[in-house]
């Protein structure tokens, strides 16, 4: 496999890609590679990798910008990019495209055009799951990154679930459902297990915090919601092991209890 980080550490990596495969692993692997690339500038001192990442999976990032719909990804939205484009930014920006499939013929053409001269320093990550589906002519513009469905991810990429389950406790707090049930979808049932876990600990490690904070009523309440939030995700994942249940609907009743 490609190494994106690799290649911006060499300072040789080119602007645009299209990371070919299921969701569960390329959007994984797209975040982790814009967490380091906005968190390691081309000058000065590292950032903290954990701080920029929150604000990539909130949407606060200035220099990240992610194009997505559920349905269709219209010409509105590149024009939105294009004028995100013209402001200056010190160092990469880093756009991802999910999916790059639900481009119209309007907005395929409209990115054609801005990646016909790609402004310095900017890398175009763009999801795809069917490499048909995308113009011919914009599908060139792209290098390529295959993944297998059961592919092997990288030691480098060991926190993929980490970052995925995160970004979906967050459009569980905005209630934001399509994109959850797309991506419980494309969840294989062999790593339910895993995402649980993953699950669980984040919630555990949210309550450990709140206890190490200065005490008052105010920080007694947060950790009273969180404790009880903790214990029922606990009861819940308990009550549903060996149980034959639908996979979306668990993983989607599961993230909602995370963020009640």
Known sequence: MIDLIALYNQGRLPPCWLLVGPSLIT???????????????????PLDPSHVSRHIQLGSHPDFFLLHSETEIGIESIRILEQRLLKRSPGWRVILIDTIDNLNRNSANALLKILEDPPEHTLFL?????????????????????????EKVPA???????????????????????????WCRSVDSQYLEVIFNTLKEQVYQEVHASLSMTQGSLVKNKVEKRVERYEKLTEFLNRIKGAYLDKTQTLLTSLFISVS
């Open 27 to 45: 959007l994984p692997f797209a975040y982790k590679t814009a967490g380091h690339i906005l968190s390691h500038p081309l000058e000065g001192p």
């Open 156 to 182: 480098s990429f060991s926190s993929k679930w980490d970052v995925e389950v995160k970004t979906m406790r967050h459009y569980a707090y905005e209630g934001q459902i399509d994109p959850i049930k797309r």
């Open 126 to 150: 763009g999801i795809c799951h069917q490499l048909g589906t995308i113009l011919p002519t914009l599908r060139s513009r792209f290098q390529k990154i295959s993944f297998r469905e059961k």
